[in-house]
Structure formats: structure tokens, C-alpha cells
Antibody, heavy 120, light 108 residues
């Protein structure tokens, strides 16, 4: 069965960096685009980043563009989110989500999330 | 940037029909996707590409679009349907994903 397991969330000070990982299993990872979506405490869902199945295209929300970098290792079946220059407003539960296909732009499987708290 | 507008809340009695709307400019030209999020859980895709259902999602969940509005319809509502519902599209003009603000469905 499809499994997505996020890790790397932590409490960090503003301006610091953090790298999130998402370990995927149960499906051919290199055939599916992947996404990061976040949810601030008590708030709605916010799309963060998308990477195509082969890593050839990457897209970012305006709120993170230039600070966050999405990447993938198709040999390790792992998705990453490098988060630099973190801000208090980046505090959220970060989900990785699988695309329905190579790039369909809808998310059919989600992990349980990893919590990032940015606070001084 | 593209904006999707949802009502903050919808209430319905068990066994009745709930309709949750999602407004966006020419949303009928986009592929609209809907997610259910129960408290403390990850989101679940319930409708994709306007009106298709993933396997395992009951036929009670259906979607439609017309003009500037997409609608998620839940027939014969059950207590277990109580959740937050989000619409989502991909904005091809900016290459960015967009979620609506979410609608809390309360089953009275």
C-alpha cells in the first residue's frame, strides 16, 4: 500500500534552516509528481511546492519562493524540502502528497505531516 | 494570483443533501479537486477533475462546475461526513497550486 512518511520537523529560530524528508513506499516513486502542502495551526491548507516525476520542473508558492527548495531522489524514493531563512509565519504542519500521476496537479495520497515551529 | 472562495460553514441534517461551493474566475476552465479533512487527520481526495471519484469514495460524493462556481454535493449526509472540505485547482497562468479557504460541514 502507498505510504508517505514525513520527518525532519523541529522547533527552530527565525532565520535558521531545516530540511524535511518524505519517505515513499508502495508505488513506483519515479512515475509520480510530488507536492508539499502546509497547514498553520487552526488554519486552512496552503500549497507550498511541486516537483515533477523526473525532477525536471519545480514550482513554488510566492510565500516561499527563493527560500525553499524542493528536490527528490528517485533512487532513495525520497522527497525533500530544504527550508532556509525561516520565518515565524512558516510555522505549520507540513504534508507531503503524491500526485495522481506524472503531473495531474491533484493529490491522492498524503502523509501524516511533520510539524515545523519557528520561534525565538 | 488566483483566488478560490468557499463559505466558512455549511450545516445539514443527517440524511439530507449538503452542497459546498467554490467560486473562482472561470473555474469551469480549470480542473477542480475536493478534499475532506476530518479533525486530526490528513486530507483525503474525494473528487478530482471536477466530477470524478477516486476508488473507495462513496457515490454520495459528487462534483460539478458551471461558470465561476464549482460545487461538491454530498447526498444522504452521515454524521461521519462532518469535516472540513477544501477545493483546489492548479493555476496554469502562474504554475501554482491554489486551495480554497475551506468549509466546515456540520451535521446537525
Amino acid at each position: 500500500q502507498v505510504q508517505l512518511v514525513e520527518s525532519g520537523g523541529n522547533v527552530v529560530q527565525p532565520g535558521r534552516s531545516l530540511r524535511l524528508s518524505c519517505a515513499a513506499s508502495g508505488f513506483p516513486f519515479n512515475n509520480f509528481a510530488m507536492h508539499w502542502v502546509r497547514q498553520a495551526p487552526g488554519k486552512g491548507l496552503e500549497w507550498v511546492a511541486t516537483i515533477w516525476y523526473d525532477g525536471s520542473h519545480k514550482y513554488y508558492a510566492d510565500s516561499v519562493n527563493g527560500r525553499f527548495t524542493v528536490s527528490r531522489d528517485n533512487f532513495k524514493n525520497t522527497l525533500y524540502l530544504q527550508m532556509n531563512s525561516l520565518r515565524v509565519e512558516d510555522t505549520a504542519l507540513y504534508y507531503c502528497a503524491r500526485d495522481r500521476g506524472r503531473i495531474e496537479y491533484s493529490f491522492d495520497y498524503w502523509g501524516q505531516g511533520t510539524l515545523v515551529t519557528v520561534s525565538s | 494570483s488566483y483566488v478560490l472562495t468557499q463559505p466558512p460553514s455549511v450545516s445539514v441534517a443527517p440524511g439530507k443533501t449538503a452542497r459546498i461551493t467554490c467560486g473562482g474566475n472561470n473555474i469551469g476552465n480549470e480542473g477542480v479537486h475536493w478534499y475532506q479533512q476530518r479533525p486530526g487527520q490528513a486530507p483525503l481526495l474525494v473528487v478530482f477533475d471536477d466530477s470524478d471519484r477516486p476508488s473507495g469514495i462513496p457515490e454520495r460524493f459528487s462534483g460539478s462546475t458551471s461558470g465561476n462556481t464549482a460545487t461538491l454535493t454530498i447526498s444522504r449526509v452521515e454524521v461521519g461526513d462532518e469535516a472540513d472540505y477544501y477545493c483546489q485547482v492548479w493555476d496554469g497562468s502562474s504554475d501554482q497550486g491554489v486551495f480554497g479557504g475551506g468549509t466546515k460541514l456540520t451535521v446537525l
